[in-house]
């Protein structure tokens, strides 16, 4: 049993069983005995079995003794802890007194701390609380169920409780893996009070077993803890020891161990008050719940030796305010959101660069070269001298860098171009920083020579150039000219073409342009001859050659009013029904001719056609258009034949379509032997056409081609119509035909019978004409044909197509039929059969084609049947 005491003074031990005895029992007994007087017998052996019963208890239970295992542990400042294995039938009470407090622990059990084994003492029986460097006198007492009591004391020196408890006054990170304890105490002086020898620290991440570091030097309070976790939480208590006693800890919790030095630091950009620093971002390790909140930046002057810091949030910063051509130490650490700093990184060292220079003057330039000239700038607060000067061109030209003067001079420029100059001082430690800009415009170069940007007019000349190369804003052209001796100007153009003016027509000017910027002027541009449009020309005539008209147009006009450079003139002539879109030119040289033939035109065709004059500047204004129309083309290969199909009612005429255009052909015709005059007209584009005529006359044709209104020449041609076909009928005998026919339509000078290809004769009359001494049974072909003399003297004939006729068969042969019927012969009641002699032919005769057959009966009536019966 472990028990918290209370500390007693020790008393003298005093015999339990007398104080039952004479106490507690006798006092029992004379009740019992008082009882029992008036009650009898049986009740006085009864109390007598009672008070033997409890005597004999009593003497059982008065057996105790002192706690087993007594012992004192864990003495600290503020209490200790007395320990004993419990007897289950005791209970226990401790007194606890300060030593020397004047007061006397009690002598037997009373209304002491009844302690149960394992509280801790915190109280002195007279009130007060258990205090460090104190030594406490104690009494423990066994008490049984019968009162008795057994009790243990203090030793002669007490108990004393340890030193005070240190108290931490503050954990401070200082690195990455280590931190600074430091915490007060004060030893006591009095012999009366426990004085601590040493300090031990322990700390703890709360994931590892707890380390303890002692601190021998009583006057020592403070421990820097090193091997620690970065961003990582400790908990961390000191106490004060001297001979295995402790003090009551101070626990306190350490800042998170900070993180760890960035790396990468480096220089992004440096100015001559500026510095551009960045570095690599740091990620949080350990267990701690601390973050990185930013970083703390820190730089040092060589110079003045005081540091300045500033709060950042990201990996980079820029540190403001600093002196030209200065050395800095620059730091930076990363900052915990729990208000600690982490380790310093490696010392960047930087210097700024010189100031700007200023003062820079432009003080010379031409199309490739700018001269400047400017002021130092201050020499800082370093030894480091100017080395040099960069200077700098916008557009980029490069760098150029010169010696130690404040003077130089930039070749190899663009023209024309406006450029954005700075100068900055060279050092060994760097490019200081660029002046002020400063505007420079190289002169530009020579215009090349000017041309014509369109056609000029009777008092005007467009002109056009090439830019100059470069890209100032500021250029400008200036265009001069000379005409005649009398000059005129245009300045300040800003474009590439100008539009001269107020002109005498057909003259010759001489223009230069000039390029002009703000760098300057350039030379003129080699001089240009340009000359005015001449005036309109007038028609004078306008007509039809007599040749060939078909495809010519003869031109007169008279020389226009003007100037006397007129070189050529431009004949142009289009067809009026393209509205001008196919346009075609003829040139007149010569200034004083003025007439021309237009030849290869379209016969029909209408032409527009105007005549211009020209110079060296080209051709004025076109005189008024004139419109005419070219005659017409005749049609050629021109034929007139008959239609085959129809010979005695049409006439076929052809021709070749005529060339050019026209609106329509016109065909008459004249009949030179009836005296009759026809006329049609067809489409331009027809080459063909029938004439209806009579048959048998003579025809002059005509055929003339119209194109608004004008007509080509007439074409003729002579031809005839053939006579009109005659109509015939043939019959036939056995040696004769006989022809019979109409007279044909029209005209004709004879008809004539053809038998099998051959003339038989000519008619002249409309009697019918018998052809005899022809074979019987004979195919004849009958044709019959027209004719007159035509125009060219020749017989013309309208043949018939040819009929086939046979001519009638001769007699049969004679025979005696009598045998031939009778041979053979059958009959019955009501048939005679008999067999008919055999089929004969004669080329002459011709073939039986069939028989004829009489009979005639009886003896006294006689009547003939005739049967005609066909060949087998």
């Not at 006092?27 to 005597?55: A, C, D, H, P």
């Not at 432009?362 to 020499?379: D, F, K, Q």
């Not at 009612?649 to 050019?660: F, H, M, R, S, V």
């Not at 003399?789 to 005696?816: F, H, Q, Y």
């Amino acid at each position: 049993m472990i028990l918290f005491i209370y500390d007693r003074q020790p008393f003298s031990t005093k015999c339990q069983f007398c104080f039952l005895q004479t106490g507690f029992v006798k006092v029992f007994y004379n009740f019992l005995k008082s009882f029992t007087e008036t009650r009898g017998l049986w009740k006085t052996m009864l109390l007598q079995l009672i008070v033997i019963y409890f005597w004999f208890t009593t003497l059982t239970n008065a057996q105790v003794s002192t706690p087993n295992d007594f012992k004192k542990d864990s003495i600290r400042s503020t209490f200790f802890i007395m320990g004993w294995t419990a007897d289950p039938n005791a209970r226990y009470e401790l007194y606890v007194e300060k030593k020397n407090s004047g007061l006397d622990l009690p002598s037997e059990p009373g209304e002491g701390v009844t302690a149960t084994p394992g509280d801790k003492i915190t109280q002195v029986s007279s009130g007060d609380d258990i205090v460090p460097d104190t030594t406490y006198d104690y009494v423990l007492f066994t008490v049984n169920s019968k009162n008795l009591t057994q009790y243990e004391t203090s030793s002669p020196d007490g108990v004393t409780t340890a030193p005070a408890a240190p108290t931490i006054s503050g954990i401070t990170a200082v690195g990455s893996d280590r931190f600074t304890v430091n915490w007060d105490y004060t030893n006591p002086t009095s012999a009366d009070f426990q004085q601590a020898s040493e300090y031990r620290v322990t700390y703890s991440d709360g994931g590892v077993a707890s380390q303890t570091k002692p601190v021998a030097n009583i006057d020592t309070k403070m421990l820097q803890i090193t091997g620690l976790t970065s961003n990582t939480d400790y908990s961390v208590t000191v106490v004060a020891w001297k001979s295995d006693v402790i003090s009551t800890d101070d626990s306190a919790s350490s800042p998170v161990a900070t993180f760890n030095r960035p790396t990468g630091l480096s220089a992004t950009t440096v100015t001559s008050t500026s510095i551009e620093i960045s570095w690599s971002a740091l990620h949080t390790t350990g267990g701690g719940s601390a973050s990185i909140a930013g970083y703390v930046v820190s730089w040092t002057p060589a110079s003045s030796g005081g540091s300045s810091t500033e709060d950042v949030t990201d990996t980079s910063a820029t540190i403001d305010n600093l002196q030209a051509n200065t050395d800095y130490s620059i730091t930076v650490a990363a900052k915990s959101t729990n208000g600690g700093a982490g380790t310093l990184s490696d010392a960047l060292p930087a210097t700024t660069v010189f100031g700007k220079p200023t003062d820079v003057t432009v003080t010379e330039r031409t199309s490739s070269n700018i001269r400047l000239s400017w002021n130092e700038p201050g020499t800082g607060g370093c030894a480091t001298t100017i080395t040099g000067y960069k200077i700098s061109c916008t557009p980029p030209h490069g760098t150029t860098t010169t010696g130690d003067e404040a003077s130089a001079e930039i070749s190899g420029l663009n023209s024309n171009t406006d450029y954005n100059i700075t100068v900055a001082a060279q050092s060994l430690t760097g490019d200081g920083d660029e002046s002020d800009l400063v505007n420079g415009t190289t002169v530009p170069l020579q215009v090349n020579q000017p041309s014509n940007s369109l056609d000029a007019t009777t008092s005007k000349i467009y002109l056009k150039w090439d830019a100059v190369n470069g890209t100032s804003p500021s250029l400008t052209y200036t265009v001069n000219w000379t005409p005649s001796g009398t000059s005129g100007s245009r300045t300040d153009l800003t474009t590439t073409s100008a539009n001269i003016s107020s002109l005498t027509a057909s003259t010759r000017y001489t223009f230069t342009v000039t390029a002009v910027n703000d760098g300057g002027s350039a030379d003129p541009s080699d001089p240009a001859m340009f000359s005015t449009l001449p005036n309109r020309t007038d028609f004078t005539n306008l007509t039809r050659p007599s040749t060939n008209s078909t495809t010519q147009i003869y031109v007169e006009w008279n020389k226009p009013s003007g100037g006397d450079d007129i070189v050529d003139y431009v004949v142009d002539w289009w067809l009026s029904s393209s509205d001008g879109s196919m346009t075609s030119s003829g040139i007149v040289t010569g200034a004083t001719t003025s007439s021309y033939t237009i030849e290869g035109l379209t016969p029909g065709e209408t032409y527009g056609v105007t005549v211009k004059a020209r110079n060296s500047a080209g051709a004025g204004q076109p005189s008024s258009s004139v419109k005419h129309v070219t005659n017409p083309d005749s049609v050629k290969n021109i034929s007139l034949t008959q239609n085959s199909n129809l010979p005695d009612k049409e006439l076929d005429l052809t021709w070749d379509k005529p060339n050019g255009t026209g609106d329509n052909i016109l065909i008459e015709s004249n009949s030179t032997t009836s005296n009759v005059t026809n006329s049609t007209s067809v489409e331009f584009n027809i080459s063909q056409a029938s004439l209806s005529v009579v048959p048998g006359n003579n025809y002059t044709v005509a055929v003339i081609v119209y194109s608004k209104e004008v007509a080509s020449k007439e074409v003729h041609v002579i031809a005839n119509s053939k006579p009109s076909e005659p109509s015939f009928d043939v019959e036939a005998s056995t040696n004769e035909l006989l022809v019979t026919w109409t007279a044909p339509d029209g005209y004709f000078d004879g008809l004539t019978i053809l038998l099998d290809g051959n003339n038989v004769t000519e008619v002249e009359d409309g009697n019918p004409q018998i052809i005899d001494g022809l074979d019987p049974y004979t195919d004849f072909k009958v044709e019959m044909y027209s004719w007159i003399t035509n125009v060219k003297g020749e017989m013309e004939r309208s043949r018939t197509s040819p009929r086939t006729c046979k001519t009638l068969p001769g007699p049969p042969p004679l025979s005696n039929p009598d045998s031939s019927l009778t041979e053979n012969a059958e009959s019955s009641t009501s048939t005679i059969r008999f067999v008919l002699p055999p089929n004969t032919f004669s080329e002459k005769n011709g073939p039986i084609e069939y028989y004829a057959v009489y009979l005639a009966f009886g003896v006294y009536y006689w009547r003939w049947f005739s049967y005609s019966i066909t060949m087998e």
